[in-house]
């Protein structure tokens, strides 16, 4: 069965630069989510997306922007980029009334700030 | 507040045990979901298992089994027959809606589960 897909799986930039993450939903699901884990940390909500419209949002910087396209598929862009922004960031994607089958998550992007 | 308490920053188990990984909630709807999740050192996230507030009978998958006790509002996951593989983090999380239909994911800080030889 398909998977959520996430790109790139490791990512190293360095302070000040910009980044860019996409997440590829699993066909037909409705609803994007995504979440930044620090090292030693709980994955800690961002925003989501709800049929390419923002639903929530959650501790995201103002550095960091996220949208969904036509096609689903999401992309978290983070400039100025610091340090502390260093995290395994995951996206999931569900269907909105999917109870408990429907969040999957992605393999995560490993981004490294140097 | 903490939503989604778990207690045990770490747990060792001897292999071919049963362990018992607690969590508490916190919340005043009335409709919610409580799920399990295993992080390897892979880093990946593992759905595990799903409980639904409503849902009368513990839910079983496999070797885990989710205690629920609606009114202690506990969701222990019970894993039995432990292996070396099993070693990982394990987080509990709650499923709340926000804001109208909207939902959210809330997860607790995790127990780093060690499995022993």
């Known amino acids: 069965a398909a998977g959520v897909i996430q790109s790139p799986r490791h990512l190293i930039k360095e302070k000040r630069e910009t980044a860019t993450l996409k997440c590829y939903p699993i066909p037909r699901h409705d609803t994007v989510y995504w979440y930044q884990q620090g090292p030693g940390q709980d994955p800690q909500f961002l925003i989501s997306?709800?049929?390419?419209?923002?639903?929530d949002k959650g501790s995201i910087p103002d550095r960091f922007s996220a949208q969904q396209f036509s096609d689903y598929h999401s992309e978290l862009n983070m400039s100025s980029l610091e340090l502390g922004d260093s995290a395994l960031y995951f996206c999931?994607?569900?269907?909105?009334?999917?109870?408990?089958?429907?969040?999957?998550f992605g393999s995560g992007t490993r981004l490294t700030v140097v | 507040a903490q939503k989604i308490t778990q207690t045990q920053p770490g747990m060792f188990v001897q292999e071919k045990e049963a362990v018992t990984l607690d969590c508490t909630y916190d919340?005043?709807?009335?409709?919610?979901?409580l799920f399990w999740y295993k992080q390897p050192s892979s880093g990946e996230m593992i759905f595990l298992i799903y409980q639904g507030s409503y849902d009368e009978q513990n839910a079983t998958e496999g070797r885990y089994s989710l205690n629920f006790q609606k009114a202690r509002k506990s969701a222990n996951l019970v894993i039995s027959a432990s292996q070396l593989g099993d070693s990982a983090m394990y987080f509990c999380a709650m499923r709340e809606a926000v804001r109208g239909s909207n939902y959210k994911l809330t997860f607790g800080k995790g127990t780093l589960l060690t499995v022993n030889p």
């Open positions: 919340t005043s709807d009335q409709s919610y979901g």
């Open positions: 999931a994607s569900s269907l909105r009334t999917g109870g408990g089958y429907g969040y999957t």
């Open positions: 997306f709800y049929e390419k419209m923002q639903s």
